[in-house]
């Protein structure tokens, strides 16, 4: 018996018989779902599969009144689930992090190394930043900066100037020479770490008034620039002048970073505290309107408010999140750093 004509009507049988080329067309679907699964690996790939075929009613036929629904279900679930991958993939995630010792002692830090190596040309161990935390320890607020610091290419350190204990309860706030050794000590272990001569350093309320009131050279490890967020700028001021001749302290260019709305970091402070520091080396100051005290501060347990301590100690201030002014301020401390402390990639 001789096959079939080459040239016969591919779509004879379907003018014959109607459902089949439905059906054949909800299988070249369902192929077809298949190969986009196995090129592309998206995991919405088995479903797309699985919904490709339609449901049927008796023998061989599918119910017209199933056909559109079938079809909206279909596209709807998969661009749900499209949708759902695509957000969780673009959700920033918390940078990786793993303690740091020095000489085999208690761990001084959390440290966190860029993902991608150094382009060819830079130097072959990377620039980095010590971020000093505020008396809250490691609490969350730094994951912003810590992110676009390590897209830059920067080796991160955080510390904390007073460890929580055991159970879990906050230790006394060291003093200011105490807090200046911590952070001198830090700036040690991150130089054996890092490219030691690209080195800069951070802090959020108390950690930046450490990092303000931290020896020069030769007393400690000197830092290329300083970034200070809202450090309690009268206190600050009032302490340096009063504790110190200009050769003792950094001198180091300086970001520094205050909201207008903060009664810890008033305006007319935070313009002085920028005057004292640029008889030393020069100063940015940035005071963000609107902006309150750790305005950088995630919302914990659906808080929006809440009040920490203030950076002198001196009571409590109210603190507002305020994520869209976190991503800004976070890249310009980034970019203040790749313009002073070099290495960026």
């Known amino acids: 018996m001789r096959g079939p004509r080459r040239d016969a009507d591919p779509y004879a ?36 599969q699985a919904v490709s075929r339609p449901m049927r009613v008796g023998p061989g036929r599918t119910a017209p009144w199933l056909r559109g629904a079938w079809r909206r279900g279909t596209i ?4 749900v689930l499209v949708l759902a991958a695509a957000a969780q993939s673009a ?4 940078p990786p992090r793993r303690p740091i010792h020095q000489d085999e002692g208690d761990a001084i830090g959390l440290i966190s190394r860029p993902a991608a190596p150094m382009r060819a040309g830079l130097p072959r161990r990377p620039p980095a930043v010590l971020v000093v935390h505020d008396a809250l320890g490691i609490d969350g607020r730094a994951e912003s900066y810590v992110r ?64 303000a009131l931290m020896p020069g050279a030769p007393a400690a490890r000197p830092v290329a620039a300083r970034v200070l967020l809202y450090p309690g700028c009268a206190a600050l ?13 950094s001198a180091s260019p300086a970001l520094l970073l205050h909201g207008r709305e903060d009664p810890a970091n008033p305006e007319a402070a935070c313009a002085a505290l920028a005057a004292t520091l640029e008889e030393a080396a020069p100063v940015r100051r940035i005071g963000y309107g609107g902006a309150g005290y750790a305005w950088d501060l995630p ?42 402390v070099g290495g960026c990639r």
Request: with cysteine.
């Open 13 to 48: 049988a379907d003018a014959a018989h109607p459902g089949a080329g439905r059906h054949r067309g909800a299988a070249r679907r369902g192929r077809g779902a298949a190969r986009w699964g196995r090129a592309t690996g998206h995991a919405c790939a088995p479903l797309a």
């Open 76 to 79: 709807a679930a998969v661009l």
């Open 91 to 94: 959700e920033p995630r918390e």
């Open 148 to 211: 676009q610091l390590l897209g830059a290419g920067f080796l991160v350190l955080e510390i904390e100037l007073a460890p929580l204990s055991l159970d879990g309860a906050a230790s006394p706030m060291p003093d200011d020479a105490e807090a200046a050794s911590r952070v001198s000590r830090a700036l040690v272990a991150l130089a054996a770490e890092a490219d030691p001569s690209r080195l800069g350093a951070m802090g959020f309320g108390a950690g930046a008034r450490a990092v």
């Open 237 to 249: 001021r009032r302490a340096m002048t009063s504790t110190r001749s200009a050769s003792q302290l």
């Open 299 to 340: 919302a914990v347990g659906g808080l929006e408010r809440t009040r920490l301590e203030a950076p002198d100690g001196g009571g409590t201030v109210m603190v507002m999140h305020w994520p869209a002014l976190t991503e800004l301020a976070a890249a310009q401390v980034a970019a203040f750093f790749c313009r002073t």
